[in-house]
């Protein structure tokens, strides 16, 4: 079955930078987009970054424009999300998901298996 599991969650500085890891098992990986979303506490789970089953076509939330980057390596079956800049209310729950088709989405029920999430925490 498919598994998504995220890693390189943890504790940040404002200002800092983190690298979270996704990898995935039982899909053929490099047909499918793939994105982040994250939830914080009492709050709607938010579409963060995408990206096409090739790695051309990305997609991100306009707050995190300029400072993140997602990434992704078919040969590792490893989507990537580099952060930095990092501020205290971008602490919350990164989950990485795998989209029903080729193409960048933003929307939830775009995706169709999810991570179980890694904890972000940036401490002023």
């Known amino acids: 079955q498919v598994q998504l599991v995220e890693s390189g969650g943890g504790l940040a500085q404002v200002g800092g930078s983190l690298r979270l890891s996704c990898a995935a098992s039982?899909?053929?990986?490099?047909?499918?987009?793939m994105g982040w979303f994250r939830q914080a506490p009492g709050k709607e789970r938010q579409f963060v970054a995408a990206?096409?089953?090739?790695?051309?076509?990305?997609s991100y939330v306009d707050s995190v424009k300029g400072r993140f980057t997602i990434s992704r390596d078919n040969a590792k079956n490893t989507v990537y999300l580099e952060m930095n800049s990092l501020k205290p209310e971008e602490t919350a729950v990164y989950y990485c998901?795998?989209?029903?088709?080729?193409?960048?989405?933003?929307?939830?029920?775009?995706?169709?298996?999810w991570g179980q999430g890694t904890q972000v925490t940036v401490s002023s």
């Open positions: 990206i096409g089953w090739s790695g051309g076509d990305v």
């Open positions: 039982g899909l053929t990986f490099s047909i499918y987009a």
């Open positions: 998901a795998k989209a029903r088709s080729t193409r960048t989405a933003v929307a939830l029920y775009e995706y169709d298996y």
